[in-house]
């Protein structure tokens, strides 16, 4: 059977659910890789070439179990409507459709409550624009701060969102986040920075780059196994 890149299988695991495979090929991938693509509750097989697509295909359905038992644990959507609750760096925050003037507010108390003027059907948006600014922020603070630890330069920085990397570095200095780093706590945000900021000395993951990290986060194994397990949840968040 003939597959194309982008295209979406339907799987039946054992126990009668349907799961939904996308099939993709990326040229970097050394080998045939099964992923999570949190958001659009779906797994993803991954090509290293078009002449791989059929074996893709075939390694997830032999998987089909274990990508349904993942699929089946992922956590809740959190919509960004009135009423919401989301963390906002590490801690809960609802979501209020009362605000006044034209920008969200973030409350100085606790609970945090971010107040979002405007029409019910576009608060999304304005909470999706507040979190944003917020993150290029504190990525932005981060990174001088950790380029100055290392002593090397970064050409420029950009806030997306991404769905499989927090992060991601190029080779003439080009910084790229996840804006949704900012509902993770500031010590997992910081991590990231370092982790990219690193990459600016090594662009590899030897030895020698995790000793960067380590000097400019020392503690980034606790909080890069923070993202492995809670990962999901700010993937969640916002659709």
């Known amino acids: 059977m003939l597959y194309n890149n982008g295209q979406t299988m339907t799987l039946k695991a054992p126990g009668g659910q349907r799961v939904k495979v996308r099939l993709e090929v990326n040229a970097k991938a ?17 090509a290293p070439s078009p002449r791989q697509m059929e074996a893709a295909a075939a390694f997830a359905a032999e998987r089909v179990d274990w990508i349904s038992s993942r699929l089946q644990h992922l956590p809740e959507i959190v919509r960004f409507e009135e009423g919401a609750i989301f963390n906002y760096r590490g801690y809960p925050c609802q979501i209020s459709g009362e605000g006044g003037g034209r920008l969200a507010k973030l409350s100085a108390g606790e609970p945090k409550i971010l107040s979002v003027p405007g029409d019910a059907e576009t608060i999304h948006l304005r909470v999706e624009r507040f979190l944003k600014k917020q993150a290029r922020a504190e990525l932005t603070r981060a990174v001088k701060r950790h380029t100055e630890t290392l002593g090397v330069e970064y050409k420029g920085i950009s806030v997306k969102d991404t769905r499989s990397r927090w992060g991601s570095c190029t080779s003439d200095g080009q910084l790229s986040f996840s804006w949704r780093l900012i509902m993770a706590p500031p010590e997992v ?4 920075a370092a982790h990219e900021c690193a990459h600016l000395k090594e ?20 909080h890069r196994s923070w993202l492995r397990v809670h990962g999901a949840e700010l993937q969640a968040a916002g659709e």
Do not use: T
């Open 30 to 46: 050394r080998r045939l890789i099964i992923r999570l693509d949190e958001r659009r509750r779906e797994a993803v097989a991954i």
């Open 189 to 192: 945000l910081d991590y990231v």
């Open 203 to 222: 662009m590899n993951h030897s030895n020698k780059f995790w000793s960067l990290v380590a000097k400019c986060c020392p503690d980034w194994k606790r």
